[in-house]
């Protein structure tokens, strides 16, 4: 299966920063790419789809880029709703993956 | 309105069986990609398995040979099978609605699975 390496692990931030969140594949994915948002006691949710593409009612201070190997999802402006686990999501081949995960708290 | 329920979830020994369902509303189960994903207590995500609209399955290699994955298109409905459950698949289970080239758009608020004795 194709492995996902997500980074950082957990960041700590203030509401208007700039965060970025990497996720690297084991191998080349095109840009079959997801990116998720997750709350604590709440369903996932689709931010981010092909790579670069923003799902239908998510902020635009959401955005996702890369493509191969390499992806990255950024924050523009760090709302206090935007502290959650983010997640990417390989759905490039058999055995769709996720990364790890990165938590995004409160400085 | 695009709705996923989960049900079927409870406490059950290692060993033992538990099928999980997931109804569908405003949407038919097989025009999607339907899957199941996980979260172990205190882990993140991890996808389970999934059942296309052609209906090929397919599993994490975690799960594969003990789960199955099926779908009833007049239930509108789509389940999972799990056999020989160990404790490590202790997890709130979601079921999660993909489009080719979208990916899970739509998920339901889970179903908590406890294997313990």
């Known amino acids: 299966a194709i492995q996902m390496t997500q980074s950082p692990a957990s960041l700590s931030a203030s509401v208007g920063d700039r965060v970025t969140i990497t996720c690297r594949a084991s191998?080349?994915?095109?840009?079959?790419l997801g990116w998720y948002q997750h709350k604590s006691g709440k369903a996932p949710r689709l931010l981010i789809y092909g790579a670069t593409r923003l799902q239908d009612g998510v902020p635009s201070r959401f955005s996702g880029s890369g493509s191969g190997t390499e992806f990255t999802l950024t924050i523009s402006s760090l709302q206090p709703e935007d502290f959650a686990t983010y997640y990417c999501l390989q759905d490039y081949t058999y055995q769709w993956t996720f990364g790890q995960g990165t938590k995004v708290e409160i400085k | 309105e695009v709705q996923l329920v989960e049900s079927g979830g409870g406490l059950v020994q290692p060993g033992g069986s538990l099928r999980l369902s997931c109804a569908a509303s405003g949407f038919g189960v097989s025009t999607k990609y339907m899957n199941w994903v996980r979260q172990a207590p205190g882990k993140g995500l991890e996808w389970v398995s999934i059942i296309y609209s052609g209906g090929i399955t397919d599993y994490a290699d975690a799960v594969k040979g003990r789960f199955s994955i099926s779908r009833d298109n007049s239930d509108n409905a789509v389940y999972l099978q799990m056999n020989s459950l160990r404790a490590e698949d202790t997890a709130l289970y979601y079921c999660?609605?993909?489009?080719?080239?979208?990916?899970?758009?739509?998920w339901g608020q889970g179903t908590a699975v406890t294997v313990s004795s």
């Open positions: 191998q080349g994915i095109r840009n079959d």
């Open positions: 999660a609605r993909a489009t080719y080239g979208v990916g899970m758009d739509v």
